[in-house]
């Protein structure tokens, strides 16, 4: 199949585009003039790479040509900023997916996978855990350009018979993610003991999220490349709860190093728990995590020492 991967040079990107190499499709990824694409690496002599402007039509027209398979990474901002700029936020987010997805339609693609937030479509005052069905209240503009998207993702299948699937992950983690980039807990904590720093917590500790492996990731994204379903919308997690000072003690636990600890007030951004119900998916595109938190975490570990040197 000719898959093209939008984001593909990033964290989640470069390793589905490992996985889909490894299973024989065709893949080309596109990513701004901006992006880093040393995660590529090992993959440029089988893949091609375009750089551009996500919000050019020509530029995507041209990464659009004989494909069939969209996955769409692309996000241009992060959830704790996104509030700072809601116009740009919209602009780049919204309508730049808006035109990609009428320019996938004009070139026949078939199916578009979308990455949609576990983590902030849903809001604060949802019961826990969460399934696909409860009510979507974000509180930050980027749970709500989230929302937007899976909505017009829908009306482009209802007016056009484009096929989608939308993903709303909980928070990824493993090899390759930037412990700099402004998203990642586990991956960010895990370098601040690398590097015998103190770590800053918002609130007091006990904020509970659902922390999903990267290989757990890149498996259900294959699973729902794969799979023909009635549901398009599915939750990607480990379906289990843990708080920061529980991460920090599994941390401990795997790197022996104890971490410094700074509490700082509470975001009102954050919502207070959030885990993810993933029976849909279990049942419907046949998947399920196989890789244990701690597991996850001493991976991550084990990676970060290795490459130290990348981010310093």
């Not at 704790?80 to 339609?105: A, C, F």
């Not at 989608?164 to 807990?185: D, I, K, T």
Request: proline share 4%.
């Amino acid at each position: 199949m000719n898959c093209l991967i939008l984001g593909g040079a990033g964290f989640i990107g470069s390793n589905l585009t490992d996985a889909l190499l490894k299973l024989g499709h065709h893949v080309r990824v596109f990513d701004r003039l901006n992006v880093n694409t040393s995660n590529l690496t090992t993959a440029l002599p089988r893949i091609e790479l375009i750089r551009g402007d996500f919000l050019n039509d020509s530029d995507i027209a041209c990464a659009l040509k004989d494909i069939e398979l969209v996955v769409h990474l692309i996000s241009t901002t992060l959830p704790k900023s996104s509030n700072d700029n809601p116009i740009y936020d919209v602009e780049s987010n919204v309508v730049g997916t808006l035109k990609l997805l009428d320019l996938s339609r004009q070139q026949g693609v078939k199916k578009v996978v979308f990455l949609s937030s576990g983590g902030t479509v849903y809001g604060p005052s949802v019961a826990c855990p969460i399934s696909e069905t409860a009510a979507t209240d974000p509180v930050c503009s980027y749970g709500i350009s989230k929302l937007a998207i899976e909505k017009y993702l829908h009306l482009h299948h209802h007016m056009n018979n484009l096929d989608y699937v939308v993903l709303r992950v909980a928070n990824p983690f493993g090899e390759r993610q930037n412990p700099g980039s402004g998203q990642g807990v586990i991956t960010a904590f895990l370098w601040k003991l690398l590097q015998n720093e103190p770590i800053s917590i918002w609130g007091d500790g006990t904020v509970a999220r659902d922390y999903i492996y990267i290989s757990d990731l890149v498996s259900a994204i294959l699973a729902a490349i794969e799979k023909e379903t009635c549901s398009k919308l599915f939750n990607i997690g480990s379906g289990v709860p843990c708080s920061l000072n529980e991460l920090l003690s599994i941390m401990q636990g795997v790197t022996g190093r104890t971490p410094v600890i700074q509490y700082t007030p509470g975001r009102k951004l954050d919502v207070p728990v959030n885990f993810l119900d993933i029976t849909r998916a279990r049942d419907e595109i046949l998947w399920q995590p196989l890789v244990s938190l701690e597991d996850g975490i001493a991976r991550t570990w084990t990676w970060l020492q290795h490459h130290k040197s990348d981010f310093e």
